[in-house]
């Protein structure tokens, strides 16, 4: 299934900074950076909760928010690119 | 039954692979062309010359990726094998069938017969469909023939007897096959098979779509813990995955030819897409390469019921239930291996 994930980390303090870099790094190893915050991983049940559970770990929820919207198995129809930067699906056929 | 991951398939030359956190990134001349996350694939497979990162290699062997190395005409060069799969009890009942002759053509048997009730039936197929443009009589004679050789192929146990029965029914089924090409006669026929290196359009195409295929089924029995190396009907060779043909035997013709058949008579290829050089060796081009593997891959996402299991599968994955339903035989679960009886 594929799962957007968003986030804010609050990067006022050099902490905070050091938090965004840590989650950022975890997302790109669970799906595709499609913006600047937003990313989105094509994942198993398994793998999707280890997502979580892994940002969990590193945000402050008094300051931080992460938000997770599942799109199902489904996807490619609930999905719209407009502009720059289109990315790949990896689950279509990759020949580069 | 698992789900079916995407494979990558690099073809630009020159591209470097390697490994950041848990992606593969694909550089072309410090390019970074792209970057995708190892758990979406199943496999890798490159034909450029650039090369992988140990690092990655490490990670491919560790997540159970199949990365493969082929050369820029698709053959088939090296494979990153991680730390062996599955049991040792498995793999010794394995090789221990193998070392007999008796056990073996029992097996092997299975294999043959399969591979000839497909091509059987992809006779039977075009007779039905196409009745006004092939010699229908010639295809129902030769289906006929099939049969005989699927009756005596039930009841022999001896391999090399096994072998002849097979090379043919080969024989006659490969004299239909030009028959077969409905399109674009002009540019695709077919003599006969020929290999290392193919010498016209429609053997080149069939060489690159037996090397996917096999290295879709290599991949699936090593999943399931069996050596790929150790056959039944193939003999052991170095180098040589001789399970992984013997395996092939029955997808070749519902899998390989029929997807060949298909690009050629849908004109989903073109003269364009190849080229042919100063030793005859006819090739194809990067795009027409890509074309191919592209539609290869869409394929492998097509379902159909199982004829075995009865569950309901993507192509891609028959391999993969085969090699399940032979581990199980060799297990002793099940009475026989139940081979792929496509209807």
């Known amino acids: 299934m594929l799962v957007l994930v968003t986030y ?23 799906g595709i950076r499609v913006q600047n915050s937003v990313f989105e991983c094509v994942v198993d049940a398994t793998q999707f909760k280890q997502l979580q559970l892994a940002l969990q770990e590193i945000i402050d929820v008094e300051e931080d928010s992460l938000r997770f919207y599942q799109l199902g198995n489904n996807y490619k129809s609930k999905v719209i690119h407009i502009g720059a930067k289109e990315t790949f699906n990896v689950e279509d056929t990759i020949i580069l | 039954m698992k789900k079916l991951l995407n494979t990558l398939f690099i ?4 591209i470097y692979l390697s490994l950041k956190g848990e992606n593969v990134v694909i550089t072309h001349e410090n390019q970074q062309l792209g970057r995708f996350p190892l758990h979406n694939f199943e496999a890798i497979c490159t034909f450029g010359y650039a090369g992988a990162s140990p690092k990655l290699m490490y990670a491919c062997a560790e997540k159970n990726i199949n990365l493969t190395f082929l050369s820029r005409s698709g053959r088939f060069l090296a494979r990153v094998v991680g730390e062996s799969k599955g049991n040792v009890i498995l793999r010794k009942t394995q090789y221990r069938l193998s070392e007999n002759e008796v056990e073996s ?31 229908v009589p010639m295809f129902k004679q030769v289906s006929s023939e099939l049969t005989t050789a699927m009756k005596a192929i039930l009841v022999t146990e001896d391999l090399e007897r096994l072998r002849g029965l097979e090379g043919q029914a080969a024989t006659a089924y ?34 690159l779509a037996y090397t996917l295929l096999a290295s879709d089924v290599t991949s699936a029995l090593e999943t399931v813990g069996l050596d790929a190396y150790v056959g039944y009907l193939h003999r052991d060779r170095p180098g040589r995955a001789s399970l992984a043909l013997d395996v092939m035997e029955e997808l070749r ?21 190849f080229v042919q050089k ?22 492998k996402q097509e379902s159909l ?35 792929f009886l496509w209807k």
């Open chain 2, 105 to 135: 053509a029992k097996i092997a048997r299975n294999f043959i017969f399969a591979k000839i009730a497909n091509q059987k039936w992809i006779l039977e197929r075009m007779a039905r469909d196409y009745p006004l443009r092939i010699d």
């Open chain 2, 174 to 207: 490969f004299k239909l096959f030009d028959q077969m090409i409905l399109q674009q006669k002009d540019i695709f026929y077919f003599r006969n098979r020929n290999r290392r290196p193919p010498t016209d359009n429609v053997n080149a195409l069939l060489s």
């Open chain 1, 8 to 30: 804010d980390v609050v990067t006022k303090t050099p902490i905070g900074r050091k938090r965004l870099r840590k989650v950022a790094k975890i997302c790109e190893n669970f």
């Open chain 2, 11 to 14: 073809t630009t030359p020159d």
């Open chain 2, 278 to 299: 100063e030793n005859g060796a006819v090739l194809l081009t990067d795009d027409g390469r890509r074309k191919f593997i592209k539609a290869w891959q869409e394929r």
């Open chain 2, 253 to 273: 013709g519902v899998m390989a030819d029929r997807f060949v058949l298909k690009m050629i008579n849908k004109k989903m290829m073109q003269s364009t897409d």
């Open chain 2, 305 to 339: 019921t199982h004829p075995y299991l009865n569950e309901k599968i993507n192509w891609g994955l028959v391999p993969h239930a085969q090699a399940i339903l032979l581990a199980r035989y060799l297990r002793g679960d099940i009475e026989e291996y139940p081979p």
